[in-house]
């Protein structure tokens, strides 16, 4: 037996009966030679890993546009931070790590510059509008990724509804990750006092970030345990939502004045425009696999980190300095 072969046997032994087993794996959609070393799962943490648009999300936004302080999220440590809580309760839970950590690694990868606001500004430029984790699916297509992980990352946000347990053990982890970092980088950023948050949430969950994280992951756990369902006990679920409307309205609305959301539709719009009627401007592979001028567009676009974007909305409606 082969390494691979001898931890897909770890893995039938010592799961539990719910998890993902890579040996079962439903595939890929082009067939692939199998690794001596890894398994189906982390071929395909390692594969999103090593994409160029894993790199990007080092310069795109969580919730504050390309900031200053050198400790606030980006979506790469919003992503790391949902891969690392993702892992512990799937260790936890004697799920499949490997699957649960490749979805964790790759949810994100189809998120615009200018987080939330660039999504909505590319949802109402595209005839059938944008979504960030549709979008993540079609940056990982050359990566050939299996069923699994492609399914988790499909369906991570609020109303998906994931095949494998892993997959929802992702999706609770991207909600607690944000927003307890989000609230911890409001309060860094001035925008919200600790003492202002919910009483009720904080009493019961913590009143720090870390403490509210490991109360929920602690919940997670002990509610999932034994279960062919991973979800957070009913009375945290209410209290968790509380916290997330919290947020919701006085960070995500307050955060960017109205007229920074409308300057970062306007650039979007611009840059969609000249996309649209310049399709030469398109990088070629990006041509080459869509014919569809919109879709191309946005595309590029949402593929841009919000430097890239701001770069090339000054090269192409900025007039340049001549130099002689
Ligand atoms: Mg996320």
């Not at 993702?86 to 799920?95: G, I, K, P």
């Not at 699957?99 to 200018?114: N, R, V, Y």
């Not at 998906?160 to 892993?166: F, H, K, M, S, Y």
């Not at 567009?297 to 090269?315: L, Q």
């Amino acid at each position: 037996m082969n390494l691979r072969e001898q931890r897909e046997q770890y893995e039938l032994a010592h799961l539990s009966p719910f998890a993902a087993k890579s040996i079962t794996t439903k595939g890929r959609s082009l067939p692939a030679e199998k690794c001596e070393i890894r398994t189906e799962f982390q071929k395909d943490r390692d594969r999103i890993t090593h994409c160029k648009a894993f790199r990007r999300l080092m310069h795109k936004t969580q919730v504050f546009i390309s900031p200053e302080g050198d400790h606030y999220r980006t979506r790469l440590t919003h992503t790391l931070e949902v891969a690392q809580i993702a892992r512990t309760a799937a260790r936890a839970l004697l799920l499949n790590e490997d699957l649960t950590e490749a979805i964790a690694l790759g949810h994100d990868l189809g998120h615009t510059p200018f987080g939330h606001t660039g999504e909505d500004a590319l949802d109402t430029l595209l005839p059938d509008g944008f979504r960030h984790n549709e979008q993540s699916v079609r940056v990982t297509s050359d990566l050939n990724l299996t069923n699994e992980v492609r399914d988790g990352i499909l369906n991570h946000r609020t109303s998906g509804n994931p095949e494998t347990l892993e997959g929802w053990v992702v999706k609770l982890s991207d909600k607690i990750a944000y927003i307890n970092h989000d609230i911890d980088d409001a309060i860094r950023a001035r925008i919200l006092i600790p003492t202002d948050l919910p009483k009720s949430a904080c009493e019961i969950l913590g009143e720090t970030s870390t403490a509210r994280i490991d109360y929920l992951v602690r919940d997670m756990v002990r509610y999932s345990t034994g279960k062919n369902t991973v979800s957070l006990s009913p009375d945290v679920v209410v209290i968790l939502s509380e916290l997330r409307a919290y947020l919701f309205e006085n960070t995500y609305a307050h955060q960017l004045h109205q007229s920074e959301r409308k300057k970062i539709q306007t650039l979007l719009r611009l840059l969609f425009e000249y996309y649209i009627s310049h399709p030469n401007k398109l990088p070629d592979e990006l041509r080459e696999r869509c014919d569809d001028p919109a879709q191309a567009a946005a595309d590029y676009i949402a593929g841009m980190t919000d430097r890239f974007a701001m770069k090339r909305f000054r090269e192409i409606y900025m007039p340049s300095a001549w130099e002689a």
